[in-house]
């Protein structure tokens, strides 16, 4: 069976979703398991393929940066797979397919896995030191609190008798930033 992966990382990029359903359909896909979670948060959709995956079964995503975070959760993913005898495919690997049925397959995979996490501790670095630069410009405040914004209101709500849980979801804020709230009140 060929069992697909498709992950963005947030709700706004339905149509890389749409898109990669599409293409995981196309190739021939039963089963597809699909989230929209950052890569390091926890992937349940992922946990629950990896999970349902049987010997000579295929696991196929459309890019590995779709799957994994880093070249150790890629080898730790491709371990699990190897465990269950289950394949894994990609099928934008740079412009070609990759299946780790294949020596060759298994050794690109794990060459560009190494150079993706690369790429990405460089950005890291790079994105930092423009954070410092722009910190010592005077120019860089962080993100700005969104809930304590809203703090008046989270005040009214509790004096009109609401629970916290009720005051975070009406005002579309974090039940813990509802907690911080009412403990500097006091």
């Not at 947030?10 to 359903?21: D, F």
């Not at 916290?164 to 907690?179: E, N, W």
């Amino acid at each position: 069976m060929r069992v697909g992966y498709a992950r963005t990382s947030t709700t706004e990029q339905q149509a890389g979703l749409e898109a990669q359903q599409r293409d995981l359909l196309a190739i021939g896909c039963e089963r597809i398991f699909i989230e929209q979670v950052s890569s390091v948060a926890q992937r349940q959709q992922l946990d629950d393929a990896l999970q349902f995956v049987r010997e000579g079964d295929t696991l196929t995503v459309t890019r590995l940066d779709r799957l994994a975070r880093s070249t150790t959760d890629l080898l730790k993913i491709i371990e699990r797979l190897d465990q269950r005898k289950v394949a894994l495919q990609i099928l934008d690997f740079g412009g070609s397919f990759v299946d780790t049925k294949s020596p060759s397959g298994k050794l690109m995979l794990t060459m560009f896995g190494a150079m993706a996490q690369f790429e990405r501790e460089l950005m890291l670095q790079r994105q930092r030191e423009g954070i410092e630069k722009a910190k010592a410009a005077g120019r860089y405040t962080g993100r700005q609190p969104t809930a304590r914004r809203r703090a008046g209101e989270v005040l009214k709500l509790r004096q009109a008798g609401l629970g916290a849980v009720q005051i975070a979801s009406q005002l579309g804020i974090g039940r813990a930033s509802v907690y911080r709230i009412l403990a500097g009140a006091n």
